[in-house]
């Protein structure tokens, strides 16, 4: 049995007391463990000129982005939501990158204005949105290109993001055009080719294959007279270990991709968001009841797809640790069960068929590896206050974000009409 302690860096009995205090379904975010999946990896790719760019769609955490942004992290973003949480987290501009296939001219404008570090274009509609924009602003305005590399990668088909009949980037045979574009608009300055081949990715290769595609797009660029470029962007994707996955080794990534940045003589970006911080959070949940019904035995907790949608929407597999006698389950006999949340759908479960030590109701749970696409994917279906977000450095903690109130899921709301309005 996987221990709470030793395997994630957790203390169980801290766990507990976070659980008592703040209540559950509440995440829980390690400091320590972020640093050091941080660490590993500019480690790794200490052999190029490199900058890590959180992707904060994976966790917007405040506290979680201070930290990133303390050991000198740009952040890869695409809203201006989230724009606002790394300029609230004291991100450097320059070190912003924005992608997106659906940027609107108002979050253009607003990264414009913020002077981010590069829009990455999607598309060449949304060049044209680019190019007005910044006229009417009358600001300079760097640019990358995101290149759909059209290369396979092997994981689940609604994270692939890199094969041509995906929605994102710029088909290959169409970059060098756009650059030209580019370059003819005194406004504009193309700074970087990128690329993102998908999410949860366990195999270098692709990221290799895709690095030599987009070195020789540079060439073509610079054959055309274009010498403006200052990085290659490999994306994000990195996978981890959740169950038995053979996560790469940061090193066995910066072998992938460093040979054709360093050839292309341009600096490296890369944009991890899981990497980073899957491992570093935990989801704690209490178990309401127990039911044996149809020859299943059933563990319902107060958790559900509302606060972790990961296992129902994926098919996600995720650790599951009672917090019992120092996270071990002691001598509890293991059982065969399913855990499931209080919400009214049967798609609503955090493992089906599972064997864990036998808990009781009033116990608590820790749900592991939810740091990423954990709190950022939750809703408030069935009218459920989204759970609070907790940062955990060595044996302290603090509440980096409440826990929603029934009040604060009324915001904005009227029971009857005080203004009507007709076309
Ligand atoms: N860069 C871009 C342009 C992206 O679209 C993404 C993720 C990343 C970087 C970061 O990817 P990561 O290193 O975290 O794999 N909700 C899904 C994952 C969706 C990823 C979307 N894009 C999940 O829970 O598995």
């Not at 990264?111 to 570090?117: C, K, L, S």
């Not at 759908?345 to 036998?358: C, H, V």
């Amino acid at each position: 049995m996987q221990q709470v302690g030793t395997a994630l860096g957790f203390d169980p009995a801290l766990l507990r007391a976070i659980a008592e205090r703040v209540g559950t379904p509440a995440y829980v975010y390690s400091v320590n463990l972020i640093r050091a999946q941080y660490h590993a990896l500019d480690d790794a790719l200490q052999g190029s000129r490199h900058r890590i760019c959180y992707s904060v769609k994976a966790n917007g955490n405040l506290g979680v982005l201070r930290v990133l942004q303390g050991l000198g992290a740009g952040a890869d973003i695409v809203s201006v939501g989230e724009l606002r949480r790394v300029l609230a987290a004291d991100f450097d501009p320059d070190a912003i990158v924005f992608s997106g296939v659906g940027k609107t001219p108002a979050e253009l404008e607003e990264a414009i204005r913020a002077r981010v570090g590069f829009l990455n274009i999607e598309s060449t509609s949304e060049l044209d949105v680019v190019i007005a924009v910044a006229r009417a602003v009358g600001r300079p305005v760097t640019v990358g290109i995101r290149v759909n590399p059209d290369v396979a990668t092997e994981t689940h088909p609604y994270t692939k993001t890199g094969e041509k009949t995906a929605k994102f980037g710029i088909p290959f045979d169409e970059v060098v055009p756009v650059a030209a574009r580019i370059a003819a608009e005194p406004l504009l300055r193309l700074r970087a080719l990128a690329m993102h081949l998908g999410s949860q990715i366990t195999d270098v290769q692709p990221y290799h294959r895709g690095t030599v595609k987009l070195l020789e797009l540079v060439t073509a660029i610079r054959a055309s007279g274009i010498d403006t470029l200052e990085a290659l962007d490999v994306g994000g994707g990195l996978g981890v270990r959740y169950h038995n996955e053979k996560a790469p080794s940061p090193a066995a990534f910066a072998a992938a991709v460093m040979p054709a940045v360093n050839a292309a003589g341009l600096g490296l970006l890369c944009e991890p968001g899981r990497y980073l911080v899957a491992n570093a959070g935990v989801l704690l949940t209490r178990v309401l009841y127990r039911k044996h019904a149809g020859g299943k035995e059933f563990v319902i907790v107060d958790a559900g797809m509302t606060d972790f949608v990961r296992p129902s929407h994926y098919n996600a597999h995720h650790e599951i640790i009672p917090l019992t006698d120092g996270g071990r389950g002691g001598d509890r006999p293991e059982e065969v069960v399913s855990v499931v949340g209080p919400i009214c759908e049967s798609g609503d479960f955090l493992a089906l068929d599972r064997k864990l030590p036998e808990v009781r109701p009033g116990e608590y749970l820790a749900v592991m590896g939810t740091g990423a696409y954990g709190f950022v994917m939750s809703s408030t279906y069935n009218a459920r206050p989204r759970p609070p977000e907790v940062v955990v450095e060595g044996d302290r903690y603090y509440v980096a974000r409440q826990r929603e109130t029934l009040d604060d899921l009324l915001r904005g709301e009227i029971a009857a009409p005080t203004t009507w309005y007709r076309a």
